[in-house]
């Protein structure tokens, strides 16, 4: 067995970060307070919220925006391609799921096809910026604004980037950030919630005092978990985790029956003290993100979805475009033998989950450009983790294809 395995995605979490989460949670009652100061200035949103993951945050904002919409208004307009979480969270709302294909070379809707929707139906639009590469928020903006429905900015993937000088998850009517493990901001699991709309805080104001608060226990047991991956996710240790199959680790499933909390006092901690390091952490990204997208691009095999030389994306993960299924089962492969995890992200498109049927808006199953990227895209790592060495050695893996 190879005892050196590079995480497919991961921010580090230091020691002292976290014996200052320990000692900061104890020490006052107002940790709330310090990690919305710096989510407000660092965003310019009024209004933030904690919440116990992202998807819990989609699914609090789409039920404000519908307390607060016409009734005729039940569908949410999702990419074909996208985390399976995100229609978990539409269906959550108890709305309806209406696909729009993707174009592959950016993750971003096809527009044409979303200019097809009968807007009048529709509350709601939500861009997913995977792998921190932005959709082209003006022109959903103005899409949006004809079919006068509200817009999601799904920060998940895209916490630290920035669109035209404005951040990532400010573009829409609200948005959301996601702080699981692969995330730019990680306190293992959590998400924050940012909007100016002073209509949707106050609905969101009420929901969210309504939702649970983490007990003492959960929050050990949250610690706990903190402390292993910040040990775990070194490339010296990650295949002990990797290794073990009931953690599931990179597995993509759909569920809708998530529990929904606030996010505990110590994440909230957690996130206003690894808050400091994240930029740091993203410029470490987009360097080897540069290096790497420049290298692979050099063997003439592969595409890298948004990719721009002159302004590289602050890509979480490296989206690589394989020519085909069977090279890109290759790649994955021969890296994994050099000690690199590439990842297949979603295992089909939102249409293709099972079960989800019941809750699309139409019967449509021709989404040609998401199913591109269940193909043939795969993932390398971005983080602070990789060394020279496996630059090389990805380079030479994928060369092997
Ligand atoms: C694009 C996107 N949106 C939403 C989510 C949901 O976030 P969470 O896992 O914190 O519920 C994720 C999770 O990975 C995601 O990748």
Redesign the pocket.
């Known amino acids: 067995m190879n005892h050196y395995l590079v995480a497919p995605a991961g921010t580090p979490i230091v020691f002292g970060e976290l014996v200052k989460t320990l000692y900061d949670r104890f020490k006052s009652e107002s940790h709330a307070i310090s990690l919305s100061k710096k989510i407000q200035s660092f965003t310019g949103s009024r209004h933030c919220y904690f919440l116990n993951?992202?998807?819990?945050?989609?699914t609090v904002l789409l039920s404000a925006m519908r307390s607060i919409a016409d009734d005729n208004r039940k569908e949410v307009i999702l990419p074909a391609y996208?985390?399976y979480?995100?229609a978990a969270?539409t269906v959550r709302a108890g709305l309806k799921i209406r696909l729009v294909d993707v174009d592959p070379a950016n993750f971003d809707f096809d527009f044409e096809d979303l200019g097809n929707v009968d807007g009048g139906r529709v509350l709601a639009a939500?861009g997913?910026?995977?792998f921190g590469v932005l959709n082209d928020w003006d022109r959903l903006n103005e899409i949006a604004q004809l079919g006068q429905y509200f817009l999601v900015d799904?920060g998940?993937?895209s916490f630290g980037a920035s669109y035209k000088g404005r951040a990532s998850g400010t573009l829409g009517t609200a948005g959301?950030?996601?702080?699981?493990r692969?995330?730019a901001l990680t306190t293992y699991?959590?998400?924050i919630l940012v909007t100016n709309n002073k209509e949707i805080a106050s609905q969101l104001d009420e929901i969210v005092s309504n939702l649970p608060a983490a007990g003492l226990l959960q929050e050990s047991v949250v610690y706990v978990k903190m402390m292993m991956y910040s040990m775990f996710i070194r490339p010296s240790l990650y295949w002990i985790p990797a290794s073990l199959p009931f953690l599931g680790l990179g597995e993509t499933l759909y569920e809708d029956d998530?529990g929904m909390s606030r996010l505990s006092s110590v994440q909230t901690v957690a996130g206003s003290v690894i808050f400091e390091s994240i930029l740091y952490f993203h410029t470490l990204r987009a360097e080897n993100a540069m290096e790497l997208a420049s290298e692979v691009l050099d063997l003439g095999k592969f595409e890298i979805p948004g990719w721009d030389a002159k302004n590289c994306p602050p890509y979480l993960r490296l989206p690589v475009l394989a020519p085909d299924r069977d090279s890109r089962e290759r790649a994955i492969e021969e890296l994994r033998s050099v000690g690199i995890v590439a990842t297949r992200m979603y295992p089909s498109t939102v249409r293709d989950i099972p079960g989800i049927e019941p809750h699309l808006a139409s019967n449509r199953s021709d989404f040609p450009g998401a199913r591109q990227l269940v193909d043939r895209l795969f993932t390398l790592p971005t983080h602070p983790y990789l060394t020279e060495q496996d630059f090389d050695n990805i380079v030479a893996g994928l060369r092997r294809i």
Not at 53 to 58: E, K, L, M, P, V
């Open positions: 993951s992202g998807r819990t945050a989609q996208t985390c979480s995100v969270a939500l997913c910026n995977l799904d998940a993937q959301f950030y996601s702080l699981g692969g995330k699991n959590g998400g998530f």
